[in-house]
């Protein structure tokens, strides 16, 4: 399918990319997308959780009470997790969340989130993008150019560029990658996706 390029000042230029077909314009696999967005966010987890457990807690070993006689239930420890500042029963313990996908599924997941994006409307290609300094005002305006400065945006460029990367690192709702990394959650969780020109043949050369 073939995309116009739009500029850096936000307006049309005589250009025009053809997106493959085979990575921006297939039948999108929710299975796919919800297996790579529910692996991305387990493995984001730290898994430091922890609750002290009735061996851990620091108290009195002696018996509470006697056993028999009293008209309650029998009681042995004040560290039982029935008994308030005792040890939490089955509490959580640190773990890895972490799993594994195949490589196919993940390219499919990529691919589906694309194209959910081109048919929704909500992906543009931009000229590659040249900051001459750092300056976050310079990408503002940027944004407010493209008419996406109150979107939730996600950048993807062909190769690394600081200037443009550090230029938005201070920006809540822009997050700039490059085609190498760029993930399933990051393009459905973005409102808009603008996608550099040199960009485009990386992805396409992954994901094929």
Same mark, same amino acid.
């Given at each position: 399918? /073939?995309v116009?390029?739009i500029s850096?000042?936000?307006?049309a230029?005589?250009?025009?990319v053809?997106l493959?077909?085979? @990575?921006?314009?297939i039948e999108?696999?929710?299975h796919a997308?919800y297996?790579? @967005?529910k692996q991305?966010?387990?493995?984001?987890r730290q898994?430091?959780?922890?609750?002290? /457990?009735?061996?851990?807690i620091?108290?009195? &070993?002696?018996?509470i009470?006697?056993?028999?006689? &009293?008209?309650?239930?029998?009681?042995g420890?004040?560290?039982?997790? &029935?008994?308030?500042?005792?040890? %939490?029963i089955?509490?959580?313990r640190?773990?890895?969340?972490?799993?594994?996908?195949?490589v196919?599924?993940?390219r #499919?997941?990529r691919?589906?989130?694309f194209?959910y994006?081109v048919?929704s409307e909500?992906?543009m290609?931009?000229?590659d993008p $040249?900051?001459d300094?750092i300056? &976050?005002?310079d990408? $503002?305006?940027?944004?407010a150019d493209?008419?996406l400065?109150?979107?939730?945006?996600?950048?993807i460029?062909g190769?690394?560029?600081?200037?443009?990367y550090?230029?938005? %690192?201070?920006?809540?709702?822009?997050k700039?990658?490059?085609?190498?990394?760029?993930n399933t959650?990051?393009? #459905?969780?973005?409102?808009?996706v @603008?996608?550099?020109?040199s960009s485009? /043949?990386a992805? /396409?050369k992954?994901l094929?």
């Amino acid at each position: 399918m /073939e995309v116009k390029v739009i500029s850096a000042k936000g307006k049309a230029t005589s250009k025009s990319v053809n997106l493959s077909d085979d @990575v921006f314009g297939i039948e999108p696999n929710d299975h796919a997308i919800y297996l790579d @967005v529910k692996q991305h966010l387990a493995n984001r987890r730290q898994g430091t959780h922890k609750a002290k /457990e009735r061996s851990e807690i620091n108290g009195s &070993t002696r018996k509470i009470k006697k056993q028999k006689g &009293t008209g309650g239930a029998r009681a042995g420890s004040i560290k039982s997790g &029935t008994r308030v500042g005792g040890g %939490r029963i089955f509490g959580p313990r640190p773990r890895n969340y972490h799993f594994k996908l195949n490589v196919k599924l993940k390219r #499919l997941a990529r691919k589906s989130a694309f194209s959910y994006k081109v048919k929704s409307e909500d992906l543009m290609v931009i000229e590659d993008p $040249k900051f001459d300094a750092i300056k &976050t005002a310079d990408f $503002k305006a940027f944004l407010a150019d493209l008419k996406l400065d109150n979107n939730k945006v996600l950048m993807i460029l062909g190769e690394k560029n600081d200037n443009v990367y550090l230029s938005s %690192r201070n920006l809540k709702k822009v997050k700039v990658v490059t085609a190498d990394s760029v993930n399933t959650f990051d393009v #459905l969780n973005a409102q808009k996706v @603008v996608m550099a020109k040199s960009s485009i /043949e990386a992805i /396409e050369k992954i994901l094929n």
